[in-house]
């Protein structure tokens, strides 16, 4: 649907006006017939037809096209009152930057942002109603710190209320206890697996250097026979030398 012709203010040319709702052209698509119509209107009609409501020439929805810039530059500078205007907003302005305006008007009618309120009111009043709207959340007067949610929670029992918050604090307490109890135990069987592999290692490292000690010794003992065997042959070789 477009935008109602009787909020403008002044002539709108016959060109900006939709063939399909006859109001002026909201998101405006443009047929290769060069009929122009609301996006929202044009595919609402091709869902049941297949022709421009015109001229009744063929068209499809992958030939529509933007609106010829002069026609959407006529377009965004008609001027036209705001939607709030019943409500007592007398804003005049481009149909450019009307949404912009009506994003922010005073005038608008808004939901109360409190939970469980179906008030609507205007901007410019809500903070006046969230001050006094009988869903607005407050603390306890009593200073138990409960937040008053409703009129029906003015009639709590401190006593009541401050013991359910005291076993909530109780049951998170024994929760982050127990957590860090776990992760305490998960570290230390971490830890445990972890020096017991390093122990293994440090064992076996062990028996390596063991192992090659032993064949040093071995080699050294070879060494020694040898060198025996040695002198021994050097000695013999002396006393046959001085026999000769």
Known sequence: MGYDIERFVGYVNEGLLCSICRDVLEDPLQAPCEHAFCTA???GWLVHHSNCPEDRQII???LLRPLY???KNDLNRLQLHCKN???GCEMVCSLESIDRHE???EYSQIPCSNAGCTVQIERRNLDGHLA???YRSRECPNGCGYTILSAEDTQHNCVA??????EL???EMICRVEEAKHEMESRLDSQRRHMVQKESILQNEIEELKSQMSRMMSDVRSLMAAERQHRQELEQAELEKREL
């Open 41 to 43: 209107c044009i595919h």
């Open 69 to 71: 810039r002069y026609m």
């Open 132 to 134: 006094v709207c009988e």
């Open 161 to 166: 209320e401050l013991r359910t918050e005291l």
């Open 169 to 171: 604090l109780r049951s």
């Open 85 to 87: 205007r019943e409500y």
């Open 60 to 62: 499809d929805v992958s």
């Open 103 to 105: 994003r922010e008007c």
